[in-house]
T-cell receptor, first 119, second 109 residues
Framework: GAVVSQHPSRVICKSGTSVKIECRSL??????MFWYRQFPKQSLMLMAT?????????EQGVEKDKFLINHASLTLSTLTVTSAHPEDSSFYIC???????????????FGSGTQLSVL | EDQVTQSPEALRLQEGESSSLNCSYT??????LFWYRQDPGKGPEFLFT???AGEEKEKERLKATLTKKESFLHITAPKPEDSATYLC??????????FGKGTRLSVIA
């Protein structure tokens, strides 16, 4: 099965700074990756779909200029939280769909998550 | 709009005390229902996919079942290491997975 590596696992930053989170697919090439956000005791909410070599697709209500996604290679997607504020504090998780990739995203493999705390 | 409701929010069991977690869903054409396990501060770990009513899948002390309106995750003789949050998610059409809020299970030795 796929192994997804996410880094860093925890970050604390000052308000107004930018934070980059990396997500790597270690076992196979991933043309698509997903970024989720999870608040305490809440559901995982899909933020955006990262597409290799093209623009990310953002879910309704997610500011694309604030959450910059880059999927420059088949194994790496990054999420940059720009000008972070305390309300951006959350648990961010990336995921990679299992192979073979079809329209049906069966069996997502998740990274270990990044806990972002903005002071 | 697809919806997933999990109950109870939290469940505390004694070791060996079997129980079930519920996932009720509303979708326009279910393609799959998923169960994941999530440990604190970690990403979810895949457990099962169920595709149609009547389907059952088992893994160690866990068994997942599916009807047209809900899914159950049965835990038989749980152990403390089964303590985690169990997430249910559904997919319809080509839309992204919709997750429930999860059930936080604590198994006490």
């Amino acid at each position: 099965g796929a192994v997804v590596s996410q880094h860093p696992s925890r970050v604390i930053c000052k308000s107004g700074t930018s934070v980059k989170i990396e997500c790597r697919s270690l076992d196979f090439q991933a043309t698509t990756m997903f970024w989720y956000r999870q608040f305490p005791k809440q559901s995982l909410m899909l933020m955006a779909t990262s597409n290799e070599g093209s623009k990310a697709t953002y879910e309704q209500g997610v500011e694309k200029d604030k959450f910059l996604i880059n999927h420059a290679s088949l194994t790496l997607s990054t999420l940059t939280v720009t000008s972070a504020h305390p309300e951006d504090s959350s648990f961010y998780i990336c995921s990679v769909p299992g192979q073979p990739i079809t329209d049906f995203n069966e069996k997502l493999f998740f990274g270990s998550g990044t806990q972002l705390s903005v002071l | 709009e697809d919806q997933v409701t999990q109950s109870p929010e939290a469940l505390r069991l004694q070791e060996g005390e079997s129980s079930s977690l519920n996932c009720s869903y509303t979708v326009s054409g279910l393609r799959g229902l998923f169960w994941y396990r999530q440990d604190p501060g970690k990403g979810p770990e895949f457990l099962f996919t169920l595709y149609s009513a009547g389907e059952e899948k088992e893994k160690e002390r866990l068994k997942a079942t599916l009807t047209k309106k809900e899914s159950f995750l049965h835990i038989t003789a749980p152990k403390p290491e089964d303590s985690a949050t169990y997430l249910c998610a559904v997919q319809s059409g080509n839309t992204p997975l919709v997750f429930g809020k999860g059930t936080r299970l604590s198994v006490i030795a």
